[in-house]
Nanobody, 118 residues
Framework: QVQLVESGGGLVQAGGSLRLSCAAS????????MDWFRQAPGKEREFVGA????????EYADSVKGRFTISRDNAKNTVYLQMNSLKPEDTAVYYC???????????WGQGTQVTVSS
């Protein structure tokens, strides 16, 4: 099973930017669509966005559309989440996951904390 490791989280002021990375353990990564989720304290996990295996298509939750961008580099076995114009409500633990079907995920990272101060 592919192992995923997220990085790049941290503390940032509102309006700032962060780029999260999700590094996969092997090249089978390139066959998966990849999704990003987040979970804030006391809240359910929320879909953030997804990218196709080739990187040719993306989709985003309405709450992040226009501010977040997902990209991938299959040669580096890595998917990225560029987050701009961050808001305090973006504070959460962010996870990447391998999508194997609609609503089905085969692997998850351990998560990286993003905290946005007002």
């Amino acid at each position: 099973q592919v192992q995923l490791v997220e990085s790049g989280g941290g503390l940032v002021q509102a309006g700032g930017s962060l780029r999260l990375s999700c590094a996969a353990s092997d090249g089978t990564f390139s066959s998966y669509a990849m999704d990003w989720f987040r979970q804030a304290p006391g809240k359910e996990r929320e879909f953030v966005g997804a990218i196709s295996w080739s990187g040719s298509s993306t989709e985003y939750a309405d709450s992040v559309k226009g501010r977040f961008t997902i990209s991938r580099d299959n040669a580096k076995n890595t998917v990225y989440l560029q987050m701009n114009s961050l808001k305090p409500e973006d504070t959460a633990v962010y996870y990447c996951a391998c999508e194997v079907g609609v609503g089905a995920y085969d692997c998850w990272g351990q998560g990286t904390q993003v905290t946005v101060s007002s």
